[in-house]
């Protein structure tokens, strides 16, 4: 049964409360003391930069070719307040008084309750699902850590085959980087091929590259086991 199958993951859990566990994070450029017990990540070494995982800001140029891809690709811009989030790649948010499903378009990260995806995932790897959803446990976390309870997030959101959930490029307020990118960055996820978004070359090459980053300094996931990613 599912409660079973999720015994192994909250015993895994309940002891990380207790024995933090040293993560890299790309865009911050520090490790950081991983523990579900914090709202935020504890830095190891002192200063804790916030640097935007885009150093370069958008320019003219690359701004108008943005808002073509939205244009083409039919997305509709909200602003919405940040409710919760359900796993590492799936957050609810508030807006026009009604709530919003957004998958984090683009980006993949470990499952962690036991569905069709999961099984796809470990035929897929040949790894135990267990593994897949204590990954999954970490990834959820990071997300959390990573929005702002109540805050207004901007939303470029395309309507999925999936009925009231919609694939978005997530922006953090007065960032002008993606939260999409930012998971990709830090490792705690890998990027999803089947995405809207990387459909358009200007997405694609900014995912793709921000993965890359994670993988060659084992960043997030990639640190913990890089095989499983």
Request: with cysteine.
């Amino acid at each position: 049964s599912t409660a079973n199958f999720n015994k192994p993951i909250n015993a895994w859990y309940s002891a990380s409360l207790f024995v933090p566990i040293p993560i890299y994070l790309d865009s911050e450029k520090t490790f950081v003391f991983f523990s579900p017990k914090t709202t935020k990540p504890i830095p190891i070494c002192p200063g804790f930069p916030a640097e935007a995982p885009s150093k370069k800001p958008l320019n003219f140029f690359s701004s108008i070719i943005f808002l073509l891809i939205l244009t083409i690709a039919n997305a509709k811009i909200y602003y919405g307040q940040y409710l919760k989030h359900i796993d590492g790649d799936t957050i609810i948010f508030k807006v026009k008084n009604k709530k919003m499903i957004c998958q984090v378009d683009g980006v993949d990260a470990p499952e962690i309750y036991r569905n069709s995806k999961m099984r796809q995932d470990s035929a897929k790897t040949a790894l135990d699902e267990k593994k897949i959803a204590r990954l999954g446990v970490v990834s959820s976390i990071y997300l959390q850590w990573s929005l702002i309870k109540g805050a207004y997030y901007k939303i470029d959101a395309v309507k999925s085959h999936y009925k009231h959930i919609n694939n978005c490029i997530i922006y953090p307020p007065k960032k002008r980087w993606s939260l999409n990118e930012k998971i990709l960055l830090d490792g705690f996820g890998v990027v999803d091929k089947k995405g809207k978004a990387l459909k358009y070359r200007f997405f694609r090459l900014k995912f793709l590259k921000a993965q890359q980053n994670a993988i060659d300094d084992r960043a997030g996931l990639w640190g913990i086991d890089f095989k499983t990613m």
